[in-house]
T-cell receptor, first 113, second 114 residues
Framework: LAKTTQPISMDSYEGQEVNITCSHNNIATNDYITWYQQFPSQGPRFIIQGYKTKVTNEVASLFIPADRKSSTLSLPRVSLSDTAVYYCLVGDPGGDSNYQLIWGAGTKLIIKP | DAGVTQSPTHLIKTRGQQVTLRCSPKSGHDTVSWYQQALGQGPQFIFQYYEEEERQRGNFPDRFSGHQFPNYSSELNVNALLLGDSALYLC?????????????FGPGTRLTVL
């Protein structure tokens, strides 16, 4: 199972674009990259998932280079309510050994006014 | 469309006691996974249930057991509670659609062991 490495914390300001990079050097061929957001004492919330290149939804974009050894979550024009912990996970959602996604400590993002 | 629900919200137990936590999956989902999250850490996978059977298990002792019912809801049981079992217990549901699958988490149950 691929392990991930993320910055422990990041600060930014309202209205800025925030990019959080995740390293996953031993990602397997069938692995997808998934990002979750978690507020204190709440369950994680799915943000975005991708396999390669670029994925965009209404809240974020996910950039994955060709070698897939890293990925970047991009949050456009953040607000104070985006202050949370962000987790990057790598796993094979369709494989027999799926779901044992390894969660690191995540990146604590603090948005300042 | 109701999301994942968990009960109770909070629970206080003493060492040695037993506890049962409950989870109802998101409508249409057939798979339930349980996680333990200690303060300041990421969730740790306990086990997953599909078709009423435990399919995968993380590195947790046998004191942790579970069950899935025909309506896909699930229970997590923890016996002989230890102080270290104090944590947020998260339930996640998903659908075993081939290839792309996303887990949706409930709000969690905060367990405090005294």
């Amino acid at each position: 199972l691929a392990k991930t490495t993320q910055p422990i914390s990041m600060d930014s300001y309202e209205g800025q674009e925030v990019n959080i990079t995740c390293s996953h050097n031993n990602i397997a061929t069938n692995d997808y990259i998934t990002w979750y957001q978690q507020f204190p004492s709440q369950g994680p919330r799915f943000i975005i998932q991708g396999y390669k290149t670029k994925v965009t939804n209404e809240v974020a974009s996910l950039f994955i280079p060709a070698d897939r050894k890293s990925s970047t979550l991009s949050l456009p024009r953040v607000s104070l309510s985006d202050t949370a912990v962000y987790y990057c996970l790598v796993g094979d959602p369709g494989g027999d050994s799926n779901y044992q996604l390894i969660w690191g400590a995540g990146t604590k993002l603090i948005i300042k006014p | 469309d109701a999301g994942v629900t968990q009960s109770p919200t909070h629970l206080i137990k003493t060492r040695g006691q037993q506890v049962t936590l409950r989870c109802s999956p998101k409508s249409g989902h057939d798979t339930v996974s349980w996680y333990q999250q200690a303060l300041g850490q990421g969730p740790q996978f306990i086990f997953q249930y599909y078709e009423e059977e435990e399919r995968q298990r993380g590195n947790f002792p046998d004191r942790f057991s579970g069950h899935q019912f025909p309506n896909y809801s699930s229970e997590l049981n923890v016996n002989a509670l230890l102080l270290g079992d104090s944590a947020l217990y998260l339930c996640a549901s998903s659908l075993r659609v081939f290839w792309v699958d996303t887990q949706y988490f409930g709000p969690g149950t905060r367990l405090t062991v005294l």
